[in-house]
Nanobody, 115 residues
Framework: QVQLVESGGGLVQAGGSLRLSCAASGRRFDDMDWYRQAPGKQRELVATITRGGTTNVVDFALGRFTISRDNAKNMIYLQMNSLKPEDTAVYFC???????????WGQGTQVTVTS
């Protein structure tokens, strides 16, 4: 059974930091991502990491968020620094396999940044 379980969310003041973790189980994944969804908004991509470690971070997170991966533990992480109130959202872990083409979502972890 495939599972993605996020952890590390919480309440933090603006300028603070949080580290999100996603524990994957059940199969090997290729690309893995972090998405977020704020109240009343669409889910949006935050960062992507390939199995080989190539990363892509979207503009609003550049210089503040870092995605990393531990293939041996089947985990990915999102280090979030200099958090802003507009970063408040539910953060989701997403994982894809290429062969066969499948994708999976975690249940999400709430991040709340107060001003």
């Amino acid at each position: 059974q495939v599972q993605l379980v996020e952890s590390g969310g919480g309440l933090v003041q603006a300028g603070g930091s949080l580290r999100l973790s996603c524990a994957a189980s059940g199969r090997r994944f290729d690309d893995m991502d972090w998405y977020r969804q704020a109240p009343g908004k669409q889910r949006e991509l935050v960062a992507t990491i390939t199995r080989g470690g190539t990363t892509n971070v979207v503009d609003f997170a550049l210089g503040r968020f870092t995605i990393s991966r531990d293939n041996a533990k089947n985990m990915i992480y999102l280090q979030m620094n200099s958090l802003k109130p507009e970063d408040t959202a539910v953060y989701f872990c997403h994982a894809e396999s290429m062969n066969p083409p499948l994708d999976y979502w975690g249940q999400g972890t709430q991040v709340t940044v107060t001003s």
